[in-house]
């Protein structure tokens, strides 16, 4: 199956400062890449999207980007907050798997005041 | 508004029984999904289903076993459970997975411990 990567594992900013996590992924048929946001003893939420025919989204201080030439996307935080740590996830849909979301294996996000 | 439930929302079960995991939806999505997510592993899919009556293996489904007899409920089935099947699961659902903005929305969770 589709083969998605992301880095970091875990990541420490200070608030305030800015946050990028960075996923690749192998099936050049993806066309829709999902970030969702996971806080402890909670479900995963979506913060974010894009498709394949956008190379950026934003929506106030969270952008995503896509390049579908090199396969990979990322995600920015920008002026980041004690209230933005979690786990986030990238995902991809895999036509191989019935158009499932293939997820990352997550980045454990620490925002200190 | 109930969206997607999971029921238990915990469970402790000796290892050789048999446990159904059960997920109802009342969104009338097509597509409806399992998760298991481990420490360091990530979301990794169990089973899928794009419509009623029709099944799919994702990355790690042998031990598991699913049904969807209708649009609304994807019950997960661990047949003879054994300690590696210890991990938290979470069910999803999206409305046309073949469309591309079509997001998954997550159930609970049930955290389930064989020992």
């Known amino acids: 199956g589709e083969n998605v990567e992301q880095h970091p594992s875990t990541l420490s900013v200070q608030e305030g400062d800015s946050a990028v996590i960075k996923c690749t992924y192998s099936?050049?048929?993806?066309?829709?890449f999902p970030w969702y946001k996971q806080e402890l003893g909670k479900r995963p939420q979506l913060i974010i999207d894009?498709?394949?025919?956008?190379g950026e989204k934003k929506d106030q201080r969270i952008a995503v980007t896509l390049n579908k030439t090199a396969k990979h996307f990322s995600l920015h935080i920008t002026e980041t907050q004690p209230e933005d740590s979690a786990v986030y996830f990238c995902?991809?849909?895999?036509?191989?798997?019935?158009?499932?979301?293939?997820f990352g294996k997550g980045t454990s996000l620490l925002v200190t005041p | 508004i109930a969206g997607i439930t999971q029921a238990p929302t915990s469970q402790i079960l000796a290892a050789g029984r048999r446990m159904t995991l059960r997920c109802t939806q009342d969104?009338?999505?097509?597509?409806m999904y399992w998760y298991r997510q481990d420490l360091g592993l990530g979301l990794r899919l169990i089973h899928y289903?794009?419509?009623?009556?029709?099944?799919g293996k994702g990355e790690v489904p042998d031990g598991y076993s699913v049904s969807r007899a209708n649009t609304d409920d994807f019950p997960l089935t661990l047949a003879s459970a054994v300690p590696s099947q210890t991990s938290v699961y979470f069910c999803?659902?999206?409305?046309?997975?073949?469309?591309?903005?079509?997001?998954?929305?997550f159930g609970q969770g049930t955290r389930l411990t064989v020992v």
């Open positions: 995902a991809a849909k895999e036509a191989s798997s019935g158009y499932a979301l293939n």
């Open positions: 999803a659902s999206s409305p046309l997975p073949r469309l591309r903005n079509t997001e998954a929305f």
């Open positions: 099936d050049s048929a993806s066309n829709y």
């Open positions: 289903s794009n419509t009623a009556g029709t099944t």
């Open positions: 894009i498709r394949s025919n956008v």
């Open positions: 969104m009338r999505h097509n597509a």
